[in-house]
């Protein structure tokens, strides 16, 4: 039996146009856009597929939208009959992961990244910051350069992606000047375009108030396999699942570690499941040996299909 594992994107995936193959090709998904609407109070599916890109990309709005995409081609996929060993998201993408592994329904995965996409906005309003990707340096270095930085403001790593691609995040002043750093050691400082600095401490307050949603929210035990972002190991207990679903807010996405696991634990076939196929790169820089699809429209699905049936 081949162990397959479920990836789901997070932030920075989207386009115009995403989800709208599946849409048109599989009237069961319209569900999943019909509820993403509902929850969001405005259509959420009219951004995915018409645009405009500028109010596709605001935080509130792509969460829900990038989680409805990876979901319609997840149930696609499971209603072909096929299921994941094991499943893990980026970041935002860790809620299709939890419906991929059944811990909660999809409705509940738009409301609760639906909330999360509001309270990440307005503390990005209130705490504002940034974030930048450091190529070249390996994570016990990008530490170090994060604790040197410290001393101006708050900064952290947010994603440990491969083994030489990391993230550090936090405000301005310690930024630019991890920026110096990383320069004076002959690395890459490429600034991303995000609207906020997510998984680190300036997310605290947002973390808190997600904490007291999220209780209302009915988790289950997984019925298989998650990688957690904030651990890169499982957990099964729902409380727990809950406690580490707000964690990741103020986190790293240990995603590096996440793959390394699931490559040394004997997973065939990785399947990309949502737009593009930026985890598909990472995946490749990781393990260059690794069979990977992506499934985001009915001409990649059919590609996954043919060779995996």
Not at 39 to 60: A, H, M, N, Q, Y
Not at 114 to 132: A, C
Not at 270 to 290: A, C, N, Q, R, T
């Amino acid at each position: 039996m081949k162990k397959i594992a479920f990836l789901f994107p997070g932030q920075g995936s989207q386009y115009v146009g995403m989800g709208k193959d599946i849409f048109e090709n599989f009237p069961y998904v319209k569900e999943i856009f019909e509820q993403v609407d509902e929850v969001c109070k405005k259509s959420i599916s009219r951004l995915c597929f018409e645009g405009p890109i500028e109010d596709l990309t605001l935080t509130e709005n792509l969460q829900p939208a990038i989680t409805a995409v990876s979901l319609a081609c997840l149930s696609v996929i499971k209603a072909h009959g096929i299921n994941p060993y094991v499943s893990a998201g980026h970041s935002l993408g860790e809620y299709s992961a939890l419906v991929s592994a059944e811990v909660i329904s999809s409705y509940d995965a738009l409301r609760l990244v639906q909330k999360r996409g509001e309270l990440m906005h307005k503390q990005s309003m209130k705490r504002p910051g940034g974030m930048v990707a450091i190529i070249g340096l390996s994570i016990e270095e990008v530490q170090e350069v994060v604790e040197k930085a410290k001393s101006y403001g708050i900064i952290s790593v947010a994603n440990h992606n491969t083994e030489e691609q990391i993230v550090i995040t936090g405000e301005e002043k310690p930024l630019s000047e991890a920026v110096k750093i990383v320069k004076e050691k002959k690395a890459k400082a490429i600034p991303l375009k995000v609207s906020g600095a997510w998984h680190c401490e300036l997310m605290n307050e947002a973390a808190t108030q997600f904490r007291e949603f999220i209780k209302e929210i009915r988790f289950e035990r997984p019925t298989s396999k998650i990688i957690f972002n904030a651990t890169a190991k499982e957990e099964e207990d729902p409380e727990k699942i809950k406690e580490l679903m707000v964690r990741q807010l103020i986190s790293p996405v240990r995603w590096y570690d996440s793959m390394r696991k699931m490559i040394n634990d004997g997973v065939d076939i990785f399947v990309e499941i949502g737009p593009k196929k930026v985890l598909s790169g990472l995946l490749k820089k990781i393990d260059k040996k690794v069979s990977v699809y992506n499934v985001e429209d009915s001409e990649t699905l059919r590609r996954f299909l043919d060779n995996i049936l």
